[in-house]
């Protein structure tokens, strides 16, 4: 059974920093481009950033840059989103996700989603 589960939210001050897990099971996450996406209350799900299996296609959205990292571990089938100088925009459920198509930034490319991890930056 695929599956991928996020870990790592919570709750940090504006300016901080907050690390995320995405564990996955039943694939190899080398074969795949994986990706972090988010949604805030009220707003649509919208890309944060994604790496391909081989690292060589990263991308992130203008309002993360410089600010947040995203990594992954193919021999451990983990991937991780490092967020620092976190701001209240930042708030939002976090989703990882894996997809086919290499370096995808649309979120109907992805094809297999966690169930989401709370990240709240107060101000």
């Known amino acids: 059974q695929v599956r991928l589960v996020e870990s790592g939210g919570g709750l940090a001050q504006a300016g901080g920093s907050l690390r995320l897990s995405c564990a996955a099971s039943?694939?190899?996450?080398?074969?795949?481009?994986m990706g972090w996406f988010r949604q805030a209350p009220g707003k649509e799900r919208e890309f944060v950033t994604t790496?391909?299996?081989?690292?060589?296609?990263?991308y992130y959205a203008d309002s993360v840059k410089g600010r947040f990292t995203i990594s992954r571990d193919n021999a451990k089938n983990m991937m991780y989103l490092q967020m620092n100088s976190l701001k209240p925009e930042d708030t939002a459920v976090y989703y990882c996700?894996?997809?086919?198509?290499?370096?995808?930034?649309?979120?109907?490319?992805?094809?297999?989603w966690g169930q989401g991890t709370q990240v709240t930056v107060s101000s």
């Open positions: 996700a894996s997809t086919s198509v290499v370096g995808s930034r649309k979120s109907d490319d992805y094809t297999n």
């Open positions: 039943g694939f190899n996450i080398s074969r795949y481009t």
């Open positions: 790496l391909s299996w081989s690292g060589a296609w990263l």
